[in-house]
């Protein structure tokens, strides 16, 4: 179950990015970029946790598996709501901020000795692998960006809601709280994991979470169906065949 839910979360994370990176090439908004680059590292930290729940865990997968998944994807994500909240010039000082601390993460990450032998039949837990720093990093970058993304999330589709007359508001305050449903649930998959230590329930809420997050880019990104054009009035000079 844990491989198959771990390639399936990978498999929806790089349509995901696929479709954020063909928006970007089309309108070069930087918001989207910030998406496909926290979506291919969503994507590579899936395959990592799905090699390592079916072939065994090694230093190098868990690694991959913490560095992508657990301390860089999220503010990556966080970064475009950055973008669309506080407009461009907010948007690249913390860009350039994230670049120094994704640098020192992957220093950090690469470098950090690992506590004993990893475990083989269950994914590890970071406190129980890595000393403090590593872990801060983890706790600092995932927590303030998850909070990012929620309240953004969470403000836009109050705001949404508020103009629900306009045309589309209804459909943007629908897809703003997927996506902090989603948020939500991508959040609590490390809560399950350090208490309650379920392989399926934390793999479970990484897949429902991004196809949760997945869904509300969908509705987000749809075209509203088209307004019927109103029948021309009937010509004075001709005759109603109908009567």
């Not at 990450?109 to 269950?122: E, N, Y």
């Amino acid at each position: 179950m844990v491989p198959g839910l771990a390639f399936l979360a990978t498999a929806v994370a790089t349509l995901f990015a696929q479709a954020t990176l063909q928006r970007y090439t089309t309108a070069r908004k930087p918001h989207e970029l910030a998406w496909t680059i926290a979506l291919l590292m969503f994507a590579v930290a899936s395959a990592a946790l799905a090699l390592g729940a079916s072939t065994g865990w090694d230093n190098g997968t868990f690694r991959v598996f913490y560095l992508f998944g657990a301390v860089l994807n999220v503010p990556w994500l966080a970064l475009g709501t950055v973008y669309l909240l506080f407009g461009l010039s907010v948007g690249r000082r913390t860009q350039w901020g994230l670049v120094f601390f994704s640098g020192l993460a992957t220093g950090v990450l690469f470098t950090a000795p690992i506590k004993g032998p990893l475990p083989h039949t269950t994914i590890p837990v970071g406190s129980d692998v890595f000393g403090v720093f590593p872990r801060v990093l983890a706790a600092t970058g995932s927590g303030i960006a998850a909070t990012v993304i929620f309240v953004g999330a969470i403000y836009s589709a109050v705001r949404f809601a508020r103009r629900r007359s306009e045309p589309g508001a209804a459909r943007m305050a629908a897809a703003n709280g997927l996506i902090a449903l989603g948020t939500l649930v991508l959040s609590s998959g490390g809560l399950v994991q350090g208490l309650v230590g379920h392989d399926e329930a934390f793999t479970l809420s990484v897949a429902v979470g991004i196809s949760v997050v997945y869904a509300g880019f969908l509705v987000a990104s749809a075209r509203p169906a088209p307004v019927p054009a109103a029948a021309p009035a009937p010509d004075p000079a001709l005759p109603d065949l109908a009567t």
